[in-house]
């Protein structure tokens, strides 16, 4: 049983890091939508100086164009981490409750979160890119140096599927 104590002490951990993580994501969507707000405040509407609104965003010598299109994308990649975590940590949660990672719901709403994961940072990436070729088509000097990245990793994905297979097969297990 001293197993199950290291296990559940990892769980723990890996809850407060994904509320950590969420709460990082809410943080970091914010921050961008206040970007967003003083990008607009300075191009829209004039009551800004449109380079110390670029220049709190992005690098001085960046255009306006490029700082929208960057807080945009930065607001499309914290959602994406926001609902991945949240998701989560819902499972985190779930497997504290149970007392236990080796339980079929415990296996299926992991298998389920890893497939969830693989879908949101896939649209995540498609949204992100779809921002990018629009701003690259309606603005002749767009230079956008931001690399737009896949944000998932298909190991670590692979792994979780066949954990949660390893945790169905230890109730299973446990129930004979």
């Known amino acids: 049983m001293d197993h199950l104590k290291t296990i559940q002490t990892i769980m723990k951990v890996l809850r407060i890091l994904t ?4 709460i990082a994501c809410i943080v970091g969507g914010s921050l961008c939508l206040l970007g ?5 405040l300075a191009d ?3 009551l800004m100086d449109e380079a110390v609104a670029v220049g709190m965003i992005t690098p001085k010598d960046t255009s306006i164009t490029v700082a929208y ?3 945009i994308v930065g607001i499309c990649q914290t959602l994406s981490g926001a609902l991945i975590s949240h998701r989560w940590n ?3 949660t779930m497997e504290e ?6 339980s079929e719901e415990s296996g299926k709403f992991m298998f389920s979160a890893a497939i969830y994961e693989l879908i949101i940072g896939f649209v995540a990436f498609l949204v992100s890119t779809i921002i990018v070729a629009v701003f690259e088509a309606t603005n002749a000097n767009f230079n956008f140096s931001h690399d737009v990245k896949f944000s998932f990793d298909a190991a670590t994905v692979l792994f ?4 949660s ?3 169905r097969y230890g109730a299973a297990v446990k129930k004979d």
């Not at 509320?19 to 969420?22: E, G």
């Not at 979780?160 to 954990?163: A, E, I, S």
């Open 19 to 22: 509320k950590v993580a969420f």
């Open 36 to 40: 967003l707000l003083m990008l607009f």
């Open 44 to 46: 829209g509407l004039g």
């Open 69 to 71: 299109c960057a807080v």
């Open 90 to 92: 819902r499972y985190y």
């Open 97 to 102: 409750a149970d007392g236990t990672p080796f």
């Open 160 to 163: 979780t599927m066949f954990l």
């Open 165 to 167: 297979i390893v945790f």
